[in-house]
């Protein structure tokens, strides 16, 4: 369908020539000793100006972006590449100019589908989910099977709550692409808010089978783990999690809090739970709740019960400003418990 070297097919064709003229000024430097200088330098000179020519040219290739930016200088109706600079931007977080770029790219080819799934994809995470199961429905009218449609239409059905309509696309996408990572990680989230964790399990686990590096599928898989007292388990999979992503402040906060609060005293780390929270409600800037129930959690194993009030009490009054009702109840549990100079522990 396409290749990013198009242009070395050209190396074949130039065999001919480049032969044709060499053996011509081998021939000359034979025929005419006192032009034998003049072709060396001659052909010297050649070499030079293809030097600069190419290293002119290779800066095209320093990365993604330059290359579609590039093309699309010189070759402003290129849709492949308005759709694939649109990629770039939204893996750069870019999310309104990946949006540009995607539109541009259909209104040169309306029937491209890459362009309408990803286009759907950008604005489902916009929040505009509507829009976004237009353009994917749009898409499977064009392309029946096409898997990533289905996973976006599935995500989309996810945000608006919408289970078991969700379930049906991830099936669809898996049913035509059974190695989907994605495909298999939204089911297992699917299937982990319907309650029906065992399977969620399954899916998580094929899914990081075929993507390793895949956090979040770490970071559920750990916290079902934790939610069923397999705790060494669910160690296992956050510090995979945070192996992966060092700095992703929610897996330092359910590391944290397993560390702190774990029944199994083998397992505990006072000092890194409470290195692992204090760094998380930082990202967080104080105002995630759960980080500072964890980040209290750590105080008190550490013996530091005022400092673990303080932190628990500011987490209650959050709860309860956002209509978390069962946080706020076992926050006033713990604030009791540390208050008591006793640290919390999971049941």
Aim: hydrophobic share 40%; proline share 3%.
């Amino acid at each position: 369908r396409f290749t990013f070297v198009a242009d070395h097919y050209q190396y074949l064709a130039s065999i001919g020539p480049i032969a044709l003229a060499s053996a011509g000024l081998v021939t000359l430097s034979r025929s005419a000793k006192n032009l034998h200088w003049l072709v060396i330098a001659s052909g010297g000179a050649v070499l030079i100006c293809l030097s600069l020519l190419t290293w002119r040219q290779s800066a095209t290739y320093r990365d993604l972006e330059t290359l579609w930016r590039t093309t699309l200088a010189k070759n402003p109706s290129c849709w492949m590449a308005y759709n694939n600079l649109g990629v770039v931007q939204f893996e750069k977080g870019n999310i309104d100019d990946a949006i540009d770029k995607y539109e541009q790219s259909l209104r040169l080819h309306p029937d491209y589908p890459e362009a309408r799934y990803n286009l759907g994809s950008a604005l489902l995470h916009h929040g505009r989910i509507d829009e976004a199961i237009r353009e994917c429905e749009e898409v499977l009218k064009l392309q029946p099977n096409d898997a990533d449609a289905h996973v976006v239409l599935g995500n989309a059905f996810l945000a608006k709550h919408d289970l078991d309509v969700a379930t049906s696309h991830y099936e669809k996408a898996l049913a035509l692409s059974q190695d989907d990572y994605q495909a298999h990680y939204n089911l297992g989230r699917v299937l982990q808010a319907k309650g029906e964790t065992s399977k969620a399990v399954l899916e998580y686990v094929k899914a990081l089978e075929l993507e390793p590096a895949l956090t979040d599928a770490r970071l559920n898989l750990g916290n079902i783990f934790l939610e069923q007292r397999r705790e060494r388990e669910a160690l296992d999979q956050y510090e995979k999690a945070l192996t992966g992503s060092p700095r992703s402040a929610r897996v330092q906060n359910n590391l944290a809090w397993l560390l702190a609060t774990t029944s199994e005293k083998a397992l505990r780390n006072g000092p890194r739970a409470l290195r692992l929270a204090i760094s998380a409600t930082r990202t967080f800037s104080d105002q995630d709740p759960s980080a500072l129930q964890a980040l209290a959690a750590a105080y008190a194993e550490n013996v530091q019960f005022d400092k673990a009030i303080a932190a628990a009490e500011v987490a209650l009054q959050l709860a309860r400003e956002r209509g978390e009702t069962a946080q706020a109840e076992e926050l006033e549990r713990e604030i009791r418990l540390y208050q008591a100079g006793s640290a919390y522990r999971e049941p």
